[in-house]
């Protein structure tokens, strides 16, 4: 039984048209037909019912394509994915290059994947991916962008990182009000503020908060400065001496990221690549 076979099948019931299904085929009408009839020969059961408003699956055709079309779709990603000849203009983050992309390597050395660009927030890559600068970039809580694709990839939570030597390091998990009770050390700017002082604005804080550089912030807080907020994806690859990582209740600070592509085609396949 051949793949070809039931390619066939599996177009005429995803568009419930022998005419259209020949058309994304390129082949003609009869040939589709002829194929169709053997494939149900070598089964032993009919795929569809005809009748003068179009066609329906059978019972076992509905079951046969369930099963196989999933199987098909992820056929013509893989194959879409390594017929990517073109270098892959990737944008990042110094975290998502650090803690994210290097899970995928693996994968992605088989394309052409370079980053080309990094910026400290994502969010600036976007200029960079509608003049044509970058192919493709992971992107925090911008989901629609005109001109471009986009789905979304995964939401982020942020942990509380507090000296070891503290006494709230020795719980499972931390409150709003504990988190609160320490200064707050915030980045004097870049993505992840905006995410912090929505929790701030719901739970006010009193104190003076002491602002320094993002990638400055864990130093501090091993030197018991105070208490820093920092992405999943970071706390849980590094180890910082002095520096304990704990889950915040109810996870106040989240970022939502969304994989941008400047085509459809590229956005499947690594959209299959990184949540494979």
């Known amino acids: 039984m051949k793949l070809q076979k039931l390619q066939s099948f599996i177009e005429i019931a995803k568009h419930q048209s022998y005419s259209k299904a020949a058309e994304r085929l390129f082949v003609s009408q009869p040939a589709l037909s002829k194929q169709i009839r053997l494939l149900e020969e070598e089964l032993g059961f009919p795929l569809f019912i005809r009748h003068a408003q ?15 079309e999933p199987m098909f779709s992820q ?4 194959i879409k994915r390594y017929e990517q000849d073109d270098v892959i203009r990737f944008g990042s983050t110094p975290i998502i290059s650090t803690y994210y992309l290097h899970q995928h390597y693996s994968k992605l050395q088989h394309l052409s994947f ?32 005109e001109g ?16 070891s030597q503290s006494t709230l390091a020795l719980k499972s998990n931390l409150t709003v009000e504990e988190c609160l009770s320490m200064t707050q050390i915030l980045p ?38 105070g208490i820093a907020y920092v992405p ?17 209740e109810g996870d ?10 400047s085509s459809r085609d590229l956005l499947d396949a690594l959209k299959e690549l990184f949540t494979s």
């Open 148 to 163: 471009l694709h986009s789905e979304f990839l995964f939401t982020d939570r942020f942990l509380a990182a507090v000296p």
């Open 232 to 248: 999943y994806m970071m706390a849980s690859n590094i180890e910082f001496r002095g520096v304990t990582f704990l889950p915040i």
């Open 114 to 145: 370079h980053v080309t660009v990094i910026e400290e927030d994502s969010q600036h890559l976007v200029p960079h991916l509608k003049s044509g600068k970058i192919d493709a970039a992971i992107v925090q809580d911008i989901s629609v962008v």
């Open 75 to 78: 056929i013509h990603r893989t």
């Open 252 to 261: 106040p600070i989240t970022r939502d990221m969304y994989l941008l592509a």
């Open 188 to 225: 004097s700017e870049g993505a992840s503020l905006p995410h912090i002082n929505r929790m701030l604005a719901k739970h006010p804080y009193t104190g003076k908060p002491l602002e320094t550089h993002y990638q400055a912030m864990t130093g501090l807080v091993s030197l018991g400065a």
């Open 54 to 68: 179009g066609i329906l699956l059978t019972e076992k055709g509905q079951g046969l394509y369930t099963e196989l």
